[in-house]
């Protein structure tokens, strides 16, 4: 029986390349490699998904939110009671636009960060004269809370109280006068605040259901005060 030459194995001449050498990419290296390889795409979308919420944070900070009233409630459990926080938050623009929102939780911070993600889903655009005042005088109701708001010449600023100042401040008003008249709940305050600015018509919104022109609106308007302030 021949006997195999010294140094070679039957084995051995199997494996080209010496031993764990055949494996392409060096055995595991090559494997995390490839792997790596694969894991790129996903880095680059983690990147875009964290410049998206850069974006977002960017477009959050072109609005202004104010705290208007939190309180404290208590649920009645067995064993106890549980506690949480519930906030009424005012969100605008400083444009003309505003929204508030309600939110509960076990911490006040959750509690704030619920309201205002709910002020900015329900955000309604309001019409300002010359970007400073209403148009008109209004009233509004909701529930027991009722409201008086006036507009007023440049240079009065912001007369009103409690929640409604912070719905002025938000919205961008420069010069109103306002009271209410009715509850002083927080919550039926600012609701017929809304109610309130809502119901406003501005001159552009007058002439299109006229069928008339915006100078002839305000031309009227006008003359109309010039004739007030002669009879007083």
């Known amino acids: 029986m021949a006997r195999t030459p010294t140094g070679t194995s039957d084995r051995g001449g199997e494996r080209?390349?010496?031993?764990?050498?055949?494996?392409?990419?060096?055995?595991?290296?090559?494997?995390?490699q490839g792997r790596g390889g694969e894991r790129g795409p996903r880095r680059d979308r983690?990147?875009?998904?964290?410049?998206?919420?850069?974006?977002?944070?960017?477009?959050?900070?072109?609005?202004?939110?104010?705290?208007?009233?939190?309180?404290?409630?208590?649920?009645?459990?067995?064993?106890?009671?549980?506690?949480?926080?519930?906030?009424?938050?005012?969100?605008?623009?400083?444009?003309?636009?505003?929204?508030?929102?309600?939110?509960?939780?076990?911490?006040v911070?959750?509690?704030i960060r619920k309201a205002t993600d709910a002020a900015k889903r329900n955000m309604v655009r309001i019409p300002l004269r010359e970007?400073?005042?209403?148009?008109?005088?209004?009233?509004?109701r909701f529930g027991a809370g009722k409201v008086v708001l006036r507009s007023a010449p440049a240079g009065t600023g912001i007369i009103a109280g409690g929640p409604m100042r912070a719905v002025f401040e938000t919205m961008g008003i420069q010069d109103i006068v306002a009271k209410s008249v009715g509850s002083n709940n927080p919550h039926n305050m600012v609701k017929a605040t809304f109610a309130a600015l809502q119901s406003m018509a501005s001159p552009r919104s007058v002439a299109t259901k006229r069928g008339k022109k915006v100078a002839d609106i305000i031309g009227r308007r006008e003359e109309g005060g010039k004739e007030a302030a002669k009879e007083a």
């Open 16 to 32: 080209p390349g010496g031993g764990r050498g055949e494996r392409p990419g060096g055995g595991r290296g090559g494997e995390r």
């Open 46 to 107: 983690e990147g875009g998904r964290e410049g998206g919420r850069g974006g977002r944070e960017e477009r959050d900070d072109e609005f202004v939110d104010k705290l208007v009233h939190i309180n404290r409630v208590a649920k009645v459990v067995k064993g106890g009671r549980r506690f949480a926080f519930a906030a009424l938050v005012v969100v605008g623009d400083a444009k003309g636009k505003v929204g508030y929102g309600s939110g509960k939780a076990r911490e």
């Open 109 to 111: 911070p959750e509690a």
């Open 131 to 140: 970007g400073r005042t209403l148009h008109h005088d209004l009233y509004g």
